[in-house]
């Protein structure tokens, strides 16, 4: 490692690789979130055609912008050392930003677009400006000043959507992120200073792991503290009991099958890795939509227990089946990054809940759920049929297994 003034901020080889509780105060910002996107989606149950798409847009986008802060500041804690006081100082930063992106996220794409807006560039211009100056003289300063010009740039895309016409706010928010991500997926790519080849991050996968699995449960923690209010929230009957119970073993069966294998040896595969880097990358989106899937999924939840027996609304399968659905979907992907295969007891809990999605819109919402949830457990029984008397397997992530041909420096 390069040694040099803003050294010290750096992760050493002696700096634990879990978890700090600074990063554990910095998520609590982000339950309130979670819920807030989750609150979002809710609204939606009742919409159909175009109201249903652009909704669901501009819940996604909002969702996306979080996502990104959250996954930068998940970088810069598994590059730098948590214990600093400078590198504290920008996290807790970051917690409040992100708690005001939570607080107008209700109303962040009608009037309360500004706040939403300026809270989030202040976080994507200045604290990678913070950073790159307490580095000082160190070459991994680069990192920083590549990221500040490319989150400025789209800043008059965020300013412009925000204080313009409503039309125009989702499209232009959606060109800035777009670019956002673009920019993170490149390297962010500068003429005179290149770009920071993801190939060559240096990151401590333990602590990557582990921020990916605790994102993950803080998302079913959500799940659970939904079925819990709306449960306790009016009367009691048979039938909203039996929805809370449903819901109670989806969000566990989504716990099951998410940390079977896959989910717990995340770390060893970023370990053992030749380009940490490119997985964490590829990781880190999976998670998204793992995330995505929960707070999906938990919507149902808030419907069917509510009503558990009322209208049938042919929308809300978005929200009962596309949960679970898009759930698989990302566990295959984990799959993938960790073995190296497409797992066939996903496939066929997917392809089945694809086979009844029609059938359902003529029954009760308690059926999709319940039907759901049986998809989900035939894929927990498959994984633990296909398990017995057989050795427990290890990490063969085909991600970075190839060497890569640029030995440089890390950018």
């Known amino acids: 490692m390069v040694a040099g003034r803003g050294a010290e901020l750096l992760r050493s080889a002696t700096s634990s690789g879990r978890a700090s509780f600074l990063e554990l105060f910095f998520d609590l910002a982000f339950v309130f979130a ?16 175009w109201a249903l798409v652009a909704g669901l847009a501009r819940t996604l986008l909002l969702f996306l912008a979080l996502w990104l802060i959250w996954s930068y500041t998940t970088w810069i804690t598994s590059r730098y050392e948590p214990e600093r006081s400078i590198i504290q100082a ?39 400006l913070v950073i790159a100056a307490a580095l000082r003289g160190h070459p991994r300063r680069r990192v920083s000043l590549r990221l500040a010009p490319w989150a400025a740039a789209t800043a008059p895309l965020w300013l412009v959507g925000a204080l313009g016409p409503d039309e125009l706010r989702l499209p232009l928010w959606a060109a800035a992120l777009a670019v956002d991500y673009l920019a993170w997926a490149l390297g962010w790519p500068l003429p005179w200073l290149g770009a920071a080849t993801v190939s060559r991050w ?73 380009s940490p880097g490119r997985l964490g990358a590829a990781s ?114 085909p991600i970075g297994r190839e060497k890569s041909g640029d030995h440089g420096p890390e950018a």
């Open 34 to 49: 979670l819920t807030r996107v989750s609150q979002r989606f809710v609204e939606l149950g009742g919409d159909a055609g």
């Open 90 to 128: 920008v996290v807790v930063g970051t917690m409040f930003a992100s708690l005001v992106m939570a607080v107008t996220l209700p109303r962040a794409m009608e009037e309360r677009a500004l706040p939403f807006a300026v809270a989030y560039l202040v976080v994507m211009v200045v604290r990678p």
């Open 202 to 274: 240096r990151i401590t996968g333990e602590h990557l792991a582990e921020r990916h699995q605790q994102m993950f449960l803080i998302a079913l923690g959500e799940s659970i503290w939904v079925i819990g209010i709306i449960f306790s929230g009016e009367g009691y009957s048979a039938g909203r009991a039996a929805a809370f119970a449903i819901a109670f073993a989806t969000s566990a069966l989504l716990w099951r099958i998410y940390f079977y294998r896959a989910g717990l040896l995340l770390t060893q595969a970023l370990d053992r890795s030749r």
């Open 284 to 397: 880190q989106r999976t998670h998204a939509l793992l995330v995505l899937s929960v707070l999906v999924t938990a919507v149902s939840y808030e419907l069917v227990i509510a009503h558990p027996y009322g209208q049938v609304r042919p929308t809300w399968l978005l929200f009962v089946v596309g949960g679970p659905a898009l759930f698989l979907v990302a566990r295959v992907r984990l799959e993938y990054e960790i073995f190296g295969r497409i797992p066939r007891t996903h496939m066929i809990g997917l392809v089945v809940l694809l086979l009844v999605t029609a059938a359902l819109a003529h029954w009760p919402p308690m059926v999709g759920l319940s039907v759901a949830a049986g998809a989900l457990a035939l894929v927990a029984l498959l994984d633990a049929l296909r398990s017995r008397q057989r050795p427990l397997e290890e990490s063969a992530s």
